[in-house]
T-cell receptor, first 112, second 114 residues
Framework: GENVEQHPSTLSVQEGDSAVIKCTYSDSASNYFPWYKQELGKGPQLIIDIRSNVGEKKDQRIAVTLNKTAKHFSLHITETQPEDSAVYFCAASTTGGFKTIFGAGTRLFVKA | DVKVTQSSRYLVKRTGEKVFLECVQDMDHENMFWYRQDPGLGLRLIYFSYDVKMKEKGDIPEGYSVSREKKERFSLILESASTNQTSMYLC?????????????FGEGSWLTVV
Protein backbone atom coordinates (compact mmCIF):
# COMPACT_ATOMS: atom_id res chain seq x y z
CA GLY A 1 0.00 0.00 0.00
CA GLU A 2 0.90 3.65 -0.06
CA ASN A 3 3.38 4.86 2.47
CA VAL A 4 5.48 7.85 3.48
CA GLU A 5 9.01 7.33 4.74
CA GLN A 6 10.50 10.01 6.96
CA HIS A 7 14.12 10.49 7.97
CA PRO A 8 15.77 10.91 10.36
CA SER A 9 13.72 9.63 13.28
CA THR A 10 15.73 11.78 15.68
CA LEU A 11 17.68 14.96 14.95
CA SER A 12 19.76 16.98 17.37
CA VAL A 13 21.15 20.38 16.37
CA GLN A 14 22.80 23.31 18.07
CA GLU A 15 20.78 26.49 18.42
CA GLY A 16 21.28 28.62 15.32
CA ASP A 17 22.06 25.69 13.04
CA SER A 18 19.77 24.46 10.28
CA ALA A 19 17.66 21.30 10.43
CA VAL A 20 16.48 19.27 7.46
CA ILE A 21 13.87 16.51 7.53
CA LYS A 22 13.24 14.42 4.43
CA CYS A 23 10.23 12.42 3.27
CA THR A 24 9.55 10.10 0.39
CA TYR A 25 6.07 9.09 -0.73
CA SER A 26 4.88 6.24 -2.90
CA ASP A 27 1.47 7.31 -4.23
CA SER A 28 2.00 9.28 -7.44
CA ALA A 29 -1.55 10.66 -7.12
CA SER A 30 -0.57 12.64 -4.00
CA ASN A 31 -1.00 16.35 -4.58
CA TYR A 32 -0.83 17.96 -1.16
CA PHE A 33 2.06 17.77 1.30
CA PRO A 34 1.57 19.27 4.75
CA TRP A 35 4.02 19.38 7.64
CA TYR A 36 2.83 19.22 11.23
CA LYS A 37 4.59 20.14 14.46
CA GLN A 38 3.63 18.37 17.66
CA GLU A 39 4.76 19.86 20.94
CA LEU A 40 4.82 17.80 24.12
CA GLY A 41 1.34 16.97 25.35
CA LYS A 42 -0.41 18.60 22.39
CA GLY A 43 -1.94 17.57 19.09
CA PRO A 44 -0.10 18.14 15.79
CA GLN A 45 -0.48 21.57 14.23
CA LEU A 46 0.08 22.54 10.61
CA ILE A 47 3.19 24.66 10.15
CA ILE A 48 3.58 24.73 6.37
CA ASP A 49 2.23 22.95 3.33
CA ILE A 50 2.91 22.69 -0.37
CA ARG A 51 0.80 21.63 -3.30
CA SER A 52 1.97 19.65 -6.29
CA ASN A 53 2.09 22.60 -8.69
CA VAL A 54 4.78 24.35 -6.61
CA GLY A 55 8.41 23.36 -6.12
CA GLU A 56 9.23 25.42 -3.05
CA LYS A 57 7.48 27.45 -0.38
CA LYS A 58 8.93 29.56 2.39
CA ASP A 59 7.51 31.07 5.56
CA GLN A 60 10.06 32.98 7.63
CA ARG A 61 12.54 30.39 8.98
CA ILE A 62 10.68 27.42 7.54
CA ALA A 63 10.76 26.21 3.96
CA VAL A 64 9.51 23.14 2.15
CA THR A 65 10.74 21.78 -1.17
CA LEU A 66 9.02 19.25 -3.41
CA ASN A 67 10.44 17.07 -6.15
CA LYS A 68 7.47 15.29 -7.74
CA THR A 69 9.60 13.34 -10.17
CA ALA A 70 11.58 11.77 -7.36
CA LYS A 71 8.60 11.77 -4.95
CA HIS A 72 10.65 13.59 -2.34
CA PHE A 73 9.79 16.53 -0.16
CA SER A 74 11.77 18.15 2.62
CA LEU A 75 11.36 20.56 5.54
CA HIS A 76 14.12 23.07 6.18
CA ILE A 77 14.32 25.05 9.41
CA THR A 78 16.98 27.75 9.53
CA GLU A 79 18.38 29.53 12.59
CA THR A 80 16.86 26.94 14.90
CA GLN A 81 15.69 27.98 18.36
CA PRO A 82 14.96 25.89 21.47
CA GLU A 83 11.22 26.36 20.90
CA ASP A 84 11.58 24.49 17.60
CA SER A 85 12.14 21.32 19.66
CA ALA A 86 9.18 19.07 18.90
CA VAL A 87 8.09 16.09 16.82
CA TYR A 88 7.58 16.88 13.15
CA PHE A 89 5.36 14.84 10.83
CA CYS A 90 5.28 14.97 7.08
CA ALA A 91 2.23 13.79 5.18
CA ALA A 92 1.06 13.13 1.65
CA SER A 93 -2.55 13.50 0.67
CA THR A 94 -4.96 13.11 -2.20
CA THR A 95 -8.58 14.12 -2.47
CA GLY A 96 -10.35 15.46 0.61
CA GLY A 97 -7.76 14.35 3.12
CA PHE A 98 -9.22 10.84 3.24
CA LYS A 99 -6.00 9.33 2.06
CA THR A 100 -3.57 11.38 4.10
CA ILE A 101 -0.60 9.20 4.89
CA PHE A 102 1.72 10.36 7.66
CA GLY A 103 5.39 9.73 8.11
CA ALA A 104 6.56 8.15 11.37
CA GLY A 105 7.78 11.48 12.74
CA THR A 106 11.10 13.16 13.51
CA ARG A 107 11.94 14.20 17.03
CA LEU A 108 13.97 17.42 16.80
CA PHE A 109 16.09 18.58 19.71
CA VAL A 110 17.56 22.07 19.57
CA LYS A 111 20.31 22.51 22.13
CA ALA A 112 20.81 25.96 23.60
CA ASP B 1 -9.39 29.50 14.69
CA VAL B 2 -10.48 25.94 14.18
CA LYS B 3 -11.16 24.21 17.43
CA VAL B 4 -11.24 20.46 17.83
CA THR B 5 -12.03 19.52 21.41
CA GLN B 6 -11.51 16.11 22.92
CA SER B 7 -13.46 15.86 26.13
CA SER B 8 -11.12 13.54 28.02
CA ARG B 9 -7.37 14.17 28.10
CA TYR B 10 -6.39 11.29 30.39
CA LEU B 11 -8.29 8.09 31.06
CA VAL B 12 -7.49 4.88 32.89
CA LYS B 13 -9.81 1.97 32.15
CA ARG B 14 -9.91 -1.70 33.04
CA THR B 15 -9.62 -4.52 30.54
CA GLY B 16 -13.03 -5.40 29.14
CA GLU B 17 -14.61 -2.02 29.85
CA LYS B 18 -16.48 -0.12 27.17
CA VAL B 19 -14.76 3.18 26.50
CA PHE B 20 -16.13 6.29 24.80
CA LEU B 21 -13.88 9.04 23.47
CA GLU B 22 -15.77 12.15 22.47
CA CYS B 23 -14.74 14.83 19.99
CA VAL B 24 -16.39 18.08 18.92
CA GLN B 25 -15.32 20.53 16.20
CA ASP B 26 -16.63 24.05 15.77
CA MET B 27 -15.80 24.81 12.12
CA ASP B 28 -18.66 23.02 10.39
CA HIS B 29 -16.20 20.59 8.78
CA GLU B 30 -17.61 17.71 6.83
CA ASN B 31 -14.76 15.29 7.50
CA MET B 32 -13.79 13.93 10.88
CA PHE B 33 -11.14 11.40 11.79
CA TRP B 34 -9.83 9.30 14.63
CA TYR B 35 -6.13 8.50 14.68
CA ARG B 36 -4.02 6.49 17.03
CA GLN B 37 -0.47 7.62 17.80
CA ASP B 38 2.21 5.24 19.04
CA PRO B 39 5.97 5.85 19.28
CA GLY B 40 7.76 4.98 16.05
CA LEU B 41 4.52 4.24 14.22
CA GLY B 42 3.36 7.75 13.47
CA LEU B 43 -0.33 8.47 13.09
CA ARG B 44 -2.54 5.59 12.05
CA LEU B 45 -6.10 6.14 10.88
CA ILE B 46 -8.74 4.16 12.77
CA TYR B 47 -11.97 5.48 11.25
CA PHE B 48 -13.16 8.53 9.38
CA SER B 49 -16.48 10.08 8.52
CA TYR B 50 -17.32 12.39 5.63
CA ASP B 51 -20.89 13.10 6.64
CA VAL B 52 -23.40 12.60 9.42
CA LYS B 53 -24.13 8.91 10.00
CA MET B 54 -21.44 7.96 7.46
CA LYS B 55 -18.28 6.13 8.46
CA GLU B 56 -15.41 4.43 6.75
CA LYS B 57 -12.76 2.11 8.10
CA GLY B 58 -9.22 3.34 8.19
CA ASP B 59 -6.07 1.29 8.48
CA ILE B 60 -6.60 -0.20 11.95
CA PRO B 61 -10.36 -0.41 12.70
CA GLU B 62 -10.28 -3.71 14.59
CA GLY B 63 -11.55 -3.38 18.14
CA TYR B 64 -13.05 0.06 17.50
CA SER B 65 -16.30 1.53 16.32
CA VAL B 66 -17.47 5.11 15.77
CA SER B 67 -20.61 7.18 15.86
CA ARG B 68 -21.47 10.40 14.09
CA GLU B 69 -25.02 11.49 14.90
CA LYS B 70 -24.34 15.21 14.50
CA LYS B 71 -22.01 17.01 12.12
CA GLU B 72 -19.88 18.51 14.86
CA ARG B 73 -19.47 15.39 16.98
CA PHE B 74 -17.53 12.20 16.31
CA SER B 75 -17.17 9.50 18.94
CA LEU B 76 -14.73 6.62 19.13
CA ILE B 77 -15.88 3.52 20.98
CA LEU B 78 -13.76 0.70 22.31
CA GLU B 79 -16.29 -2.09 22.78
CA SER B 80 -14.10 -4.11 25.13
CA ALA B 81 -10.87 -2.36 26.01
CA SER B 82 -7.66 -4.36 25.91
CA THR B 83 -4.15 -3.50 27.10
CA ASN B 84 -2.89 -3.23 23.52
CA GLN B 85 -5.23 -0.31 23.05
CA THR B 86 -3.24 1.77 25.50
CA SER B 87 -2.25 4.72 23.36
CA MET B 88 -2.79 8.36 22.51
CA TYR B 89 -5.91 8.98 20.43
CA LEU B 90 -6.24 12.03 18.23
CA CYS B 91 -9.45 13.38 16.79
CA UNK B 92 -9.26 15.60 13.71
CA UNK B 93 -11.41 17.38 11.17
CA UNK B 94 -11.09 18.89 7.70
CA UNK B 95 -13.18 20.56 5.05
CA UNK B 96 -14.55 18.60 2.13
CA UNK B 97 -12.69 19.69 -0.96
CA UNK B 98 -11.71 18.14 -4.22
CA UNK B 99 -8.03 18.47 -3.39
CA UNK B 100 -6.16 17.45 -0.30
CA UNK B 101 -6.69 19.76 2.64
CA UNK B 102 -5.39 20.63 6.05
CA UNK B 103 -6.33 18.35 8.89
CA UNK B 104 -6.93 20.05 12.24
CA PHE B 105 -6.18 17.98 15.31
CA GLY B 106 -7.43 18.00 18.85
CA GLU B 107 -5.09 17.91 21.85
CA GLY B 108 -5.27 14.14 22.17
CA SER B 109 -6.65 11.66 24.67
CA TRP B 110 -4.21 9.47 26.57
CA LEU B 111 -5.83 6.12 27.30
CA THR B 112 -4.30 3.56 29.62
CA VAL B 113 -5.95 0.15 29.84
CA VAL B 114 -4.95 -1.89 32.89
Amino acid sequence: GENVEQHPSTLSVQEGDSAVIKCTYSDSASNYFPWYKQELGKGPQLIIDIRSNVGEKKDQRIAVTLNKTAKHFSLHITETQPEDSAVYFCAASTTGGFKTIFGAGTRLFVKA
Amino acid sequence: DVKVTQSSRYLVKRTGEKVFLECVQDMDHENMFWYRQDPGLGLRLIYFSYDVKMKEKGDIPEGYSVSREKKERFSLILESASTNQTSMYLCASSEKRKRGDTIYFGEGSWLTVV
